[in-house]
Every structure is written in structure tokens, then in C-alpha cells.
């Protein structure tokens, strides 16, 4: 039998943990009401600016805190048929979506300003075609196609190429640079 | 003694109106045991057979257990308490009887039900090679079904959505398909569930011998908005289904007035044309229902709401707050361009 002092103490380190748990939920956190659109959003089209480069304020996408915002903005990739220029991000008729390069910047701020305005050379512009919080739900997946979301965060089964692990991927095997000519490698 | 009666009264009328309640459900517009066609009345028969079987098992065995009590009562007022520990042979060998022929009953009661529900499974799919009349395409999609009327003639093909209309004593087929999760198509009054699994293509037949209105519903957990996944099947005389037919095929009507033209242009220039089609115009994306004849349903978002032009407003401006989860985002238009949205939405009949 324990006694009551030590008892009590458990009760209470219970307690404090209990709600502990909770914190995973927000995560799948589905909020189908978007807050109200913002009337004047700044959309920077282009980082040439005259004068001195003044710092970027980074805007964060509401979106990219959510598992259920970014499997939303997967779904309407290929609704909206994104995948008909970009594929699955490997990019054909637009550019590809899943490399580090990113002609009009990385920022959520720039993937929103290139779906909402458009882009020369074919990209058109969803100005009020897609409704603003389905706009930063595409931002999201588009940048996570490229690694660039938290791996709880991003969709884990692609049924297309991923340019990150699965979640079943074993560990990699690299090919280990022995510093000898191809042609003595051999045996 | 007065209160005594007012409350014995009010029991009765609260048994009455449950009672209504319950018997509404034999006769309703979504109810298994009111059938409407062959198929519906192959299992409203099975239905009965097992309910007047199990009503009658269920009088037994009450009954047995009541004799048991009163034995056992009758028993303890003779004896003195004491347990009989060595039962005579005579009532031993009855008991054993008993107990094997309530067995050899169940048994057969059981095999009973396993051929009738055999021969009505049977009776459900057996003719589904030679029946051709209507046939209809449906796909579930999470949270309306998408409705195909297939036909030879590429050109009488059209596609509505949620509400489906049927010729009485025809019999209709149905192609059955889902886009996201697996849904489950039942309409009671006119046959059984069949689940449509994404990927694969099950095909069911139904006919109505009755004109009338039957509900349906999404019988398979789908998501958020499961339950308010409903469908309306009209089952018409032929004629007046011909006639419903001729109206589906055409493309949309022309816009009549000004407003009009205007609610058609704010149709397209915003997010409606990404996901809706209107035939006849540009628009033509078929991620949510086809709109051509909206005007001409009798309710929106999967039978969820009559079609009202209010409603329509509501859905249109916010549908999130009638049915959260669904796949219709917010709408922020200006007033003088929802009214003209309203009206041309309208004019679709």
C-alpha cells in the first residue's frame, strides 16, 4: 500500500500529463469555416524593387500547420487541374515542382502570388477562380512536393513520385566513392 | 385517484403517438417493408417470414420460462426446501426429451431462413443478364451521387445529380462506381444495398411497379457528411418519364433578361465554373454536380435542403454552415451579383 503523500503526488503528475496528448490533435485540426478573405492581400510579383532591398516580411500560410488543409490542396491540384501543365511535380508543359529551383521565389507569399496572378509564358491567373483559403491550401501542397513541410504535416502515400521517403522507405544505401578510376574498379 | 387517471391517460396518448411514429415507418418513402417493386418485395417477404418466425420462438420460449417458474414455486411450497437430488428417471427422460426437440427445432428454423434468404439473394441478381431497359450510370462521390442516364445515342447522354427519374415496370439498370471512398447505394422501397467501391464497376437492377417518390440514401460510412448523402428516385408513368427525358437532354436555357445575363457571366468569371458544368456554355468541369437543369430539382445538396431560392442563397454565400466538411467553398459576392447569380441558377430549368 503506498502511502497518501506519494499518492497524491501521482494523482497530480497525472493530471499536469493528461492534457499532454491533446497537443497531437491540432495537427488533423479541420476547420471548414476560412477565416474572412483578406480584402487588400500584398502580392509582391517581382523581388526587383528600386533602391535599397528592403527585408521580406514572410508570410506564413495558415495552411501548412495542417495534415487535413494539405491533403485538401492535393485534392484540388488535380481537381483544378494543376497536374495537367505541372504532372505530378515533375513538371512537362509547366515547370517542374518537385526541385529546389523556384523561378518566382519559395515563399508561401510567392507560390500564392503565382497561383492568384498568374505567370508569364503560360501560367494563367485564379484571381477570384479559386477562393483564397483553397489558394494557400495548393501553396501548401506544392511546397511540400519539394520536402519543404514538416514530415507529419505532409501527405505520406503519394501514389506518384516522391521527392521525399515514404513512410515505409527502408535507409538509403548511397554507392561509396572508393577514389579509384571507374575502370579499376573492376575485378 | 383523478391524478391517477390523467397520467394513465397521458401514458396512452405517449404510447399512441410513439406507436404513429413507428407504424409511419412501415409506410414511408425510405422503408424496406413497403415495397414498391419485385426486388423490394422478395425481401419485405424474407422480412416477415423471420419476424413471425422469431415473434413466435420469442411467445415460446416466455411461455416455457413462465411454466419453469410456476413448477419451480409450486415445487418449494410442497417440499420442505430440500433439493432433489436424485430425480426420478420418468421426469429426467421428459426433460431430456424436451430439450432435444427444442434443438432439432432450432436447427431447423435456422435452415429454414438459410435457403429462404439463399433463394431471395437468388431472386435479387439471377435475371440482371437479360434485363436491359434504362440503364444509369452512378457514382458516389463524398457527399452527392453523380446520376449518368446512359444511352446508344452519344448525343442523349446527359448527367443530373442526386434526384433520379424512372419509368414504372421498366426494369432499370444500374452501373454503380465511386470517386473517393466506398458509398453504398439503397433505395428500400425498391431493392436491396449495393456498395459502390471505387475502381470497380458492380452493376444492380431495380424496378418500380408503383408511381411514387422513394428516398435513398448513402447506406456505407463515407465521411464527414455521410448522413446527408440522400437521393430521390421519381418513379413516373412512361410517358411522363419520355417526356422529363426530352427536357435533360437539351443544353441549358438561354439567359432571358439582362440579370440573367449578368448572373451567367458572374457564373463564369468566378469560382462556380471550376467545378460545375452548365451544357451550352463554357462551363463544363464535372467535380460537383451538373447544373444545366438545376431549376428543374426539387432539392440541393444531396437531398439535403428543398431547392428554395433562400436556400440556394444560403448554400451558395456559405454552405459550410449547412453542411460543414463539403467540398463547396464560401462564396463572397457582391449582392447585386448574387441576386443575378440567383436568378440565371434559377432560370435552369
Given at each position: 500500500?503506498?502511502?497518501?503523500?506519494l499518492?497524491?503526488?501521482?494523482?497530480?503528475?497525472?493530471?499536469?500529463?493528461?492534457?499532454?496528448p491533446?497537443?497531437?490533435?491540432?495537427?488533423?485540426?479541420?476547420?471548414f469555416?476560412?477565416?474572412p478573405?483578406?480584402p487588400?492581400?500584398?502580392?509582391?510579383m517581382?523581388?526587383?524593387?528600386?533602391?535599397a532591398?528592403?527585408?521580406?516580411?514572410?508570410?506564413?500560410?495558415p495552411?501548412?500547420?495542417?495534415?487535413?488543409a494539405?491533403?485538401?490542396?492535393?485534392?484540388l491540384y488535380?481537381?483544378y487541374?494543376c497536374?495537367?501543365?505541372?504532372?505530378?511535380?515533375g513538371?512537362g508543359?509547366?515547370p517542374?515542382l518537385?526541385?529546389?529551383?523556384?523561378?518566382?521565389?519559395?515563399e508561401?507569399a510567392?507560390v500564392?502570388?503565382t497561383?492568384?496572378e498568374?505567370?508569364?509564358?503560360g501560367?494563367?491567373?485564379?484571381?477570384?477562380k479559386?477562393?483564397d483559403n483553397?489558394v494557400?491550401?495548393?501553396?501548401?501542397y506544392v511546397r511540400s512536393?519539394?520536402?519543404q513541410?514538416?514530415?507529419?504535416?505532409?501527405?505520406?502515400?503519394?501514389?506518384?513520385?516522391?521527392?521525399?521517403?515514404s513512410?515505409?522507405?527502408?535507409?538509403?544505401?548511397?554507392p561509396?566513392?572508393?577514389?579509384l578510376?571507374?575502370s579499376?574498379?573492376?575485378? | 385517484?383523478d391524478?391517477?387517471r390523467t397520467t394513465?391517460a397521458l401514458?396512452l396518448r405517449g404510447?399512441?403517438?410513439l406507436?404513429?411514429?413507428?407504424?409511419?415507418?412501415?409506410g414511408?418513402?425510405?422503408?424496406?417493408?413497403?415495397?414498391a417493386?419485385?426486388?423490394a418485395?422478395?425481401i419485405?417477404?424474407?422480412?416477415?417470414l423471420?419476424f413471425y418466425v422469431?415473434?413466435?420462438v420469442?411467445?415460446l420460449v416466455?411461455i416455457?420460462?413462465?411454466?419453469?417458474?410456476?413448477?419451480g414455486r409450486?415445487?418449494?411450497?410442497?417440499?420442505?426446501?430440500a433439493?432433489?437430488?436424485?430425480?426420478s428417471?420418468e421426469?429426467?427422460?421428459k426433460k431430456?426429451?424436451l430439450v432435444v426437440?427444442a434443438t432439432?427445432?432450432?436447427?431447423?428454423?435456422l435452415?429454414?431462413?438459410?435457403?429462404?434468404?439463399?433463394?431471395v439473394g437468388?431472386?435479387?441478381?439471377a435475371e440482371?443478364?437479360h434485363?436491359?431497359?434504362v440503364?444509369i450510370?452512378?457514382t458516389g462521390h463524398q457527399?452527392?451521387?453523380?446520376?449518368?442516364y446512359?444511352?446508344?445515342?452519344a448525343g442523349?447522354?446527359?448527367?443530373?445529380?442526386?434526384?433520379i427519374?424512372?419509368p414504372?415496370?421498366?426494369?432499370?439498370?444500374?452501373?454503380l462506381k465511386?470517386s473517393?471512398?466506398v458509398?453504398?447505394?439503397?433505395?428500400?422501397n425498391l431493392?436491396?444495398?449495393?456498395?459502390l467501391i471505387?475502381g470497380?464497376?458492380?452493376?444492380?437492377w431495380l424496378?418500380a411497379?408503383r408511381?411514387g417518390?422513394y428516398?435513398?440514401?448513402?447506406?456505407?460510412?463515407?465521411g464527414?457528411?455521410?448522413?446527408?448523402?440522400?437521393?430521390?428516385?421519381?418513379?413516373?408513368?412512361?410517358?411522363?418519364?419520355?417526356?422529363?427525358?426530352q427536357?435533360q437532354?437539351?443544353?441549358?436555357?438561354?439567359?432571358a433578361n439582362?440579370?440573367?445575363?449578368?448572373?451567367?457571366?458572374?457564373f463564369?468569371s468566378?469560382?462556380c465554373?471550376?467545378?460545375?458544368a452548365?451544357?451550352?456554355?463554357?462551363?463544363?468541369?464535372?467535380i460537383?454536380?451538373n447544373?444545366?437543369?438545376?431549376?428543374?430539382?426539387?432539392?440541393?445538396?444531396?437531398?439535403?435542403?428543398?431547392?428554395?431560392?433562400?436556400?440556394?442563397?444560403?448554400?451558395?454565400?456559405?454552405s459550410?454552415q449547412?453542411?460543414?466538411?463539403?467540398?463547396?467553398?464560401?462564396?463572397?459576392?457582391?449582392?447585386?451579383d448574387?441576386r443575378?447569380?440567383?436568378?440565371?441558377?434559377?432560370?435552369l430549368?
Open positions: 500500500m503506498l502511502d497518501l503523500k499518492r497524491l503526488y501521482l494523482i497530480l503528475v497525472l493530471l499536469v500529463c493528461a492534457p499532454l491533446l497537443a497531437s490533435c491540432k495537427r488533423e485540426q479541420r476547420q469555416e476560412p477565416p478573405p483578406n487588400n492581400p500584398v502580392i509582391t517581382s523581388q526587383l524593387r528600386p533602391g532591398q528592403a527585408p521580406e516580411a514572410l508570410i506564413k500560410n495552411a501548412e500547420d495542417s495534415a487535413y494539405v491533403s485538401e490542396g492535393k485534392r488535380t481537381s487541374n497536374s495537367g501543365c505541372h504532372f505530378n511535380g513538371g508543359i509547366g517542374a518537385m526541385d529546389e529551383k523556384w523561378i518566382y521565389g519559395s508561401p510567392n500564392y502570388a497561383i492568384v498568374g505567370r508569364p509564358n501560367m494563367p491567373s485564379f484571381r477570384h479559386i477562393s483553397q494557400w491550401e495548393i501553396a501548401a512536393l519539394s520536402g513541410l514538416p514530415k507529419d504535416v505532409s501527405p505520406g502515400r503519394n501514389d506518384d513520385m516522391n521527392v521525399h521517403k513512410e515505409q522507405a527502408s535507409e538509403e544505401k548511397k561509396q566513392a572508393s577514389g578510376p571507374k579499376a574498379e573492376q575485378p | 385517484m391524478r391517477d394513465r401514458q404510447f399512441l403517438v406507436a404513429t411514429i413507428m407504424l409511419n415507418g412501415c414511408g418513402l425510405q422503408s424496406a417493408i413497403n415495397p417493386g419485385p426486388q418485395n422478395h419485405s417477404k424474407l422480412w416477415w423471420m422469431s415473434a413466435a420469442f411467445v416466455m416455457f420460462l413462465f411454466l419453469a417458474i410456476a413448477a409450486r415445487h418449494a411450497a410442497l417440499a420442505d426446501n433439493p432433489e437430488l436424485m430425480p428417471s421426469s429426467e427422460r431430456h426429451n426437440s432439432v427445432l432450432t436447427t431447423v428454423i435452415f429454414i431462413f438459410l435457403l429462404e434468404s439463399f433463394l437468388r431472386g435479387l441478381t440482371l443478364a434485363k436491359q431497359g440503364v450510370e452512378v457527399w452527392w451521387w453523380e446520376v449518368r446512359l444511352n446508344v445515342d442523349s447522354i446527359f448527367t443530373t445529380a442526386n434526384e427519374h424512372i414504372v415496370g421498366v426494369p432499370v439498370t444500374f452501373s465511386a473517393d471512398v458509398h453504398s447505394f439503397w433505395v428500400p431493392t436491396g444495398k449495393k456498395d471505387p470497380k464497376l458492380s452493376t444492380i424496378q411497379d408511381a417518390l428516398r435513398g440514401q448513402c447506406a456505407e460510412y463515407c464527414y457528411q455521410h448522413a446527408h448523402m440522400a437521393l430521390w428516385v421519381f418513379a413516373e408513368p412512361p410517358e411522363q418519364f419520355n417526356s422529363w427525358l427536357t437532354i437539351q443544353s441549358a436555357v438561354q439567359p439582362d440579370l440573367q445575363k449578368h448572373g451567367q457571366q458572374v463564369l468566378s469560382a465554373v471550376m467545378c460545375h452548365i451544357n451550352g456554355t463554357p462551363a463544363g468541369s464535372n460537383g454536380p447544373l444545366t437543369h438545376l431549376g428543374s430539382r426539387n432539392t440541393i445538396a444531396a437531398a439535403t435542403m428543398e431547392n428554395t431560392r433562400d436556400h440556394l442563397r444560403q448554400w451558395v454565400t456559405d459550410q449547412i453542411k460543414p466538411g463539403n467540398r463547396m467553398p464560401p462564396n463572397n459576392l457582391s449582392p447585386d448574387l443575378a447569380l440567383l436568378d440565371y441558377l434559377q432560370s430549368k
